[in-house]
């Protein structure tokens, strides 16, 4: 029963929250975090989905991989304990972490990695990364030893290990990892709440229960940029990573807040459909890509966080030139090899847009510029699952489209003809596949060099930009990655 006490404490409560800041208010739970982000994962098993937002969730929190990627780009020990490399750089010998345990009770093993990587590159894998897999034969030495011996060499094999695709997973588990993920993490899925919010807390049966901070972290998901801005000013989100570029300027001059914006490895590209007409014509493509202002795109997709690209590949990765001067901005060039390929203006194509705001706000900016050598772009915003469902995967419905691909290593994509892309050139598998075969790593620069200017010459895609992705915390946030090497949300490096 309520008292005159009670209700005054009540009030005296009630009216404290409302004076106190949102700063304040974060500050009072040192023990959880509110995460926002713009898209929701499809599920929670990243070997199975191409989303990156699955990894965002779950990658180090709840499963883990041999490796880890850390914010510098170097690579660490993480349910491996070591490695040796063998001279011709195909069989890695990794020595295992002892006294790991999944969150089902199961132990980590030699066998389970077995399982995972055989099940990785398995004949019914959907794991965007099969063919690494499919190229590894996996050994078990005993329990704490596992052989890994790859059919082509690739130094890049310790990071690829540290991605979300190559997590370890228990094979009891492993079929509903969807939606009851079971790693060895140091969270675990408490709940989730479709199309709002994700829970996870603390793992029990975590190896090191003090390397995690946090006991709860909420992920919130909100794809709307004014409304990404509106939950970190009113306290119900802490961290926004990545946010809405359009949100950034009303916070750098807070200080409550911190923006923290550094370089990524992804590439925002405007995917062309290579096998549907006229865009299986070269001089098509070109046309589309002369017609385009990158810095305008950047300017008005990303307000200019972003770095003009001429290819697959960005500044700061191995073996990058600049290729944004084989097909420049120009306008009079673009009409010309439109009527070289006689094409008949006006030429109707449509652009398949996903929710994040680079998309929808790049697609009005580049059917804008299209219009101005006579392509009528009908826009057609989707939403994620139906873009990776339709667009990216099935039947590849879509004549142009905007994403970014965030994968640092994904060149190998252009080498797959059944990809979205639909680009299929003996020529560039015949190189992908020598640049797998090259351990001399100036020579591997040399050809990753011939393989940026091949795809830019045939104008595979439109090479838009490098982007920066800023994210903006509250002021007591720390531990927070700079540099996005892969996208993940490391929660057990975050704490107040």
């Known amino acids: 029963m309520l008292n005159r006490r009670t209700v005054l404490t009540s009030t005296a409560m009630a009216a404290l929250a409302t004076t106190l800041s949102p700063s304040a208010l974060a500050q009072g739970r040192k023990d959880s975090m509110v995460v926002g982000m713009t898209l929701e994962p499809p599920g929670l098993d990243p070997t199975a989905n191409a989303a990156s937002a699955i990894a965002e969730v779950v990658h180090y929190n709840i499963f883990e991989s041999l490796t880890k990627i850390n914010a510098d780009g170097k690579i660490t020990p993480l349910l491996a304990e070591s490695w040796e490399v063998s001279p011709d750089l195909k069989t890695y010998t990794f ?13 980590f093993n030699a066998q389970a990695v077995k399982y995972s990587f055989d099940r990785a590159g398995g004949e019914k894998s959907t794991n965007k990364d099969k063919r690494t897999f499919a190229n590894l034969s996996t050994q078990v030495v005993d329990d704490y030893t596992v052989v890994l011996i790859n059919k082509e060499i690739d130094p890049d094999l310790p990071f690829l290990l540290g991605q979300a695709t ?8 492993a079929d509903t990892n969807a939606t009851k993920p079971t790693g060895t993490g140091p969270y675990k899925l408490d709940s989730w ?3 709002s919010s994700l829970v996870l807390s603390k793992s029990d ?8 901070k946090l006991k709860k972290v909420t992920f919130r998901f909100i794809s709307d940029t004014a409304a990404q801005a509106a939950s970190l000013m009113a306290g119900d989100v802490d961290v926004f990573k990545p946010i809405g570029t ?6 750098k001059a807070n200080p409550q807040f911190q923006v923290i914006s550094g370089g990524s490895r992804a590439k925002t590209i405007l995917a062309i459909n290579n096998k549907k007409k006229p865009l299986d014509d070269v001089r098509v493509r070109r046309a589309i890509l002369a017609a385009i202002d990158r810095k305008a795109v950047i300017e008005g997709a990303a307000d200019g966080f972003g770095t003009p690209i001429g290819s697959h590949y960005v500044p700061g990765a191995e073996g990058y030139v600049d290729t944004t001067g084989i097909n420049p901005f120009d306008i009079e060039k673009a009409k010309k090899l439109l009527a070289e390929a006689g094409v008949k203006t006006p030429l109707e194509l449509t652009m398949t847009l996903p929710p994040p705001p680079y998309a929808r706000q790049g697609g009005e900016v580049i059917a804008a510029e299209l219009a101005k050598i006579g392509i009528n772009v009908k826009i057609q915003n989707v939403e994620w699952a139906q873009w990776l469902s339709n667009t990216y995967g099935g039947p590849h419905d879509y004549d142009l489209t905007i994403v970014s691909h965030v994968e640092p290593f994904d060149l190998g994509n252009y080498s797959k003809p059944d990809y979205y892309f639909g680009y299929d050139s003996k020529a560039f598998s015949a190189l992908y596949d020598k640049i797998k075969q090259t351990g001399n790593a100036p020579e591997r620069a040399k ?4 393989a940026q200017k091949m795809l830019a010459t045939d104008a595979a895609n439109g090479f838009l930009y490098q982007p920066q992705f800023p994210s903006v915390a509250r002021k007591g946030v720390k531990g927070l990655w700079k540099e996005s090497p892969i996208f993940v949300n490391d929660l057990s490096s975050m704490s107040w």
């Open 193 to 195: 709440a479709k199309g």
């Open 246 to 251: 359009r949100a950034v300027a009303q916070f």
């Open 205 to 212: 049966s975590f190896r090191n229960p003090g390397e995690a």
């Open 95 to 107: 020595k295992l972490r002892r006294g790991v345990k999944f969150q089902n009770g199961e132990p």
């Open 166 to 173: 190559a997590i370890i997973v228990e094979p009891k588990s």
């Open 447 to 450: 050809l990753l060099g011939e």
